[in-house]
T-cell receptor
Framework: EAEVAQSPRYKITEKSQAVAFWCDPI?????LYWYRQILGQGPELLVQ????????DSQLPKDRFSAERLKGVDSTLKIQPAELGDSAMYLC????????????FGNGTRLTVT | AQSVTQPDIHITVSEGASLELRCNYS??????LFWYVQSPGQGLQLLLK??????LVQGIKGFEAEFKRSQSSFNLRKPSVHWSDAAEYFC????????????FGQGTTLQVKP
């Protein structure tokens, strides 16, 4: 079964440093999501793409976070500068561009900011 | 705005016993509801979904859920729990913006006693 690929699996960085995460969705999935999951909580949407366009970035802290999906396939999420409160699991998900199509999640990137 | 509440943060059941995980949602119209499972350090896997029709839906791994509009609930059940079911379970509702975005509950951690 096709999977959503994410890298790296784990990242430790010092505060004020830059960090980037990569996601490759399931082939043919036009919609891509980045969620943040703080330990002990449910995932919360950071940004959603439809092809290369941003559909929803209302919860993305734009002063330090950026996301792109230049060719409408893979995507990168960047944090600069990282803060202690950014420590979390960053999950990428993708879905078909069909209303309420289920989301398929990758295994996530566990970020620790020291 | 939509919301999802999972009243039980942590549940412990004995192997072979039955299981029910509670989920309450807040949504004005007919909701699209999902249950996901997350093993430690992994991404989320879809267990089942409810869109319309039969209010009792069957999922993978022997799970089922029942939609009760009068109670705004979508509880997950399994008649006999296996040790491998120990994980975190998330209930989610599709956002009313119809973009495919999901709003998740805080999750319920299931521990299975031998």
């Amino acid at each position: 079964e096709a999977e959503v690929a994410q890298s790296p699996r784990y990242k430790i960085t010092e505060k004020s440093q830059a960090v980037a995460f990569w996601c490759d969705p399931i082939s043919g999935h036009a919609t891509l999501y980045w969620y943040r999951q703080i330990l002990g909580q449910g995932p919360e949407l950071l940004v959603q793409f439809q092809d290369e366009s941003v559909v929803d970035d209302s919860q993305l802290p734009k002063d330090r976070f950026s996301a792109e999906r230049l060719k409408g396939v893979d995507s990168t999420l960047k944090i600069q500068p990282a803060e202690l409160g950014d420590s979390a699991m960053y999950l990428c998900a993708s879905s078909l561009a069909v209303s309420h199509s289920p989301l398929h999640f990758g295994n996530g990137t566990r970020l620790t900011v020291t | 705005a939509q919301s999802v509440t999972q009243p039980d943060i942590h549940i412990t059941v004995s192997e072979g016993a039955s299981l029910e995980l509670r989920c309450n949602y807040s949504y004005g119209a007919t909701p699209y509801l999902f249950w996901y499972v997350q093993s430690p350090g992994q991404g989320l896997q879809l267990l089942l979904k409810y869109f319309s029709g039969d209010t009792l839906v069957q999922g993978i791994k022997g799970f089922e859920a029942e939609f009760k509009r009068s109670q705004s609930s979508f509880n997950l059940r399994k008649p006999s729990v296996h040790w491998s079911d120990a994980a975190e379970y998330f209930c989610a509702v599709a956002d009313s913006s119809n973009t495919g975005k999901l709003i998740f509950g805080q999750g319920t951690t299931l521990q299975v006693k031998p």
